[in-house]
């Protein structure tokens, strides 16, 4: 069964330093979505992409954090520097396409800044 | 106001037991309307989705819209301990964006 793959599972990063984590979509997917979950809170999206196109980054915060998918299959989310407060899982879905109703995740990155 | 809002719980009930879960949402242009289920330290899982108003039944689950009133709900019949996780309502905004409530956390109790 196709999955959405991400990595790492975890990581432990000291402030100030950069992290980036990675998703793979299913094979086909045109959108690509990351999200942010805080524990106990449900997931906000940080940024929506359609092919190698960036659609919604409105609530990125972009002093700090970045994400590409340069060909339009693969994405990268980097944040530098971490703070404290970005502690939290980062998830990444994908969907067929942007009208389509059933978008999968992934396993999620759980990130802890110390 | 959030767009979608979920009671967080958590909700504790016997095996066996009828689980109902419920959310509001603020836009009545809202048309799309999931169910996804999230265990602990997982990725959230489509259940259901449904379209508009009315229910839609999947084995123990059914989904259900009234855009009347702005509420959408979950019921799980005959209960299981394997239905335990994080159970959380979301939408489609018009721009094709997935909204999320908070979450309810259940625990069904052997």
């Known amino acids: 069964e196709a999955e959405v793959a991400q990595s790492p599972r975890y990581k432990i990063t000291e402030k100030s330093q950069a992290v980036a984590f990675w998703c793979d979509p299913i094979?086909?997917?045109?959108?690509l979505y990351w999200y942010r979950q805080i524990l106990g809170q449900g997931p906000e999206l940080l940024v929506q992409?359609?092919?190698?196109?960036?659609?919604?980054d409105s609530q990125l915060p972009k002093d700090r954090f970045s994400a590409e998918r340069l060909k339009g299959v693969d994405s990268t989310l980097k944040i530098q520097p971490a703070e404290l407060g970005d502690s939290a899982m980062y998830l990444c879905a994908s969907s067929p396409n942007r009208q389509n109703t059933e978008a999968f995740f992934g396993q999620g990155t759980r990130l802890t800044v110390v | 106001q959030k767009e979608v809002e979920q009671d967080p719980g958590p909700l504790s009930v016997p095996e066996g037991a009828i689980v109902s879960l419920n959310c509001t949402y603020s836009n009545s242009a809202f048309q799309y309307f999931m169910w996804y289920r999230q265990y602990s330290r997982k990725g959230p899982e489509l259940l259901m989705y449904?379209?508009?108003?009315g229910n839609k039944e999947d084995g123990r689950f059914t989904a259900q819209v009234d855009k009347s009133s702005k509420y959408i709900s979950l019921f799980i019949r005959d209960s299981q301990p394997s239905d335990s996780a994080t159970y959380l309502c979301a939408t489609y905004s018009s721009a094709s964006k997935i909204i999320f409530g908070s979450g309810t956390r259940l625990s069904i109790r052997p």
């Open positions: 449904t379209y508009s108003s």
């Open positions: 094979s086909g997917h045109a959108t």
């Open positions: 992409f359609q092919d190698e196109s960036v659609v919604d």
